[in-house]
């Protein structure tokens, strides 16, 4: 499986940035899928995933009521909105995907996800 994140940017705190994240090859074995972040020197975090059939969601507390993931399965497509952002908000972000679960339940955890994409990095100011 391969994946292909865009759209970051720069916006200001307050703003929104919608992400993408196309997969190809073999996204009939996807179980789910995710968005990760990694800011200068601290570890990647998990911020939200998403079930590939089902459609059920789970996000990191910190993201809660700002961001929403969604997934398009006839465009092997999966997104993030991303509202009221705050510079905190500002990293690196991710997107992986999960073909092999051991446990049919959404993951937080980065070594849990088999492929990743390369990133796309997301600035706001203050």
């Known amino acids: 499986v391969q994946l292909q994140a865009s759209g970051g940017g720069l916006v200001q705190a307050g703003g929104s940035l919608t992400l993408s994240c196309a997969a190809s090859?073999?996204?009939?074995?996807?179980?789910?899928m995710g968005w990760f972040r990694q800011a200068p020197g601290k570890e990647r975090e998990f911020v939200a995933a998403?079930?590939?059939?089902?459609?059920?969601?789970l996000y990191a507390d910190s993201v809660k009521g700002r961001f929403t993931i969604s997934k398009d399965n006839a465009k092997n497509t999966m997104a993030l909105l991303m509202n009221s952002l705050k510079p905190e908000d500002s990293a690196v972000y991710y997107c992986?995907?999960?073909?092999?679960?051991?446990?049919?339940?959404?993951?937080?955890?980065?070594?849990?996800?088999?492929?990743w994409g390369q990133g796309t990095q997301v600035t706001v100011s203050s």
């Open positions: 090859g073999g996204t009939s074995v996807i179980y789910a």
């Open positions: 998403i079930t590939w059939k089902g459609g059920s969601t």
């Open positions: 992986a995907t999960e073909i092999r679960p051991y446990r049919r339940v959404l993951k937080t955890t980065a070594e849990d996800y088999d492929y």
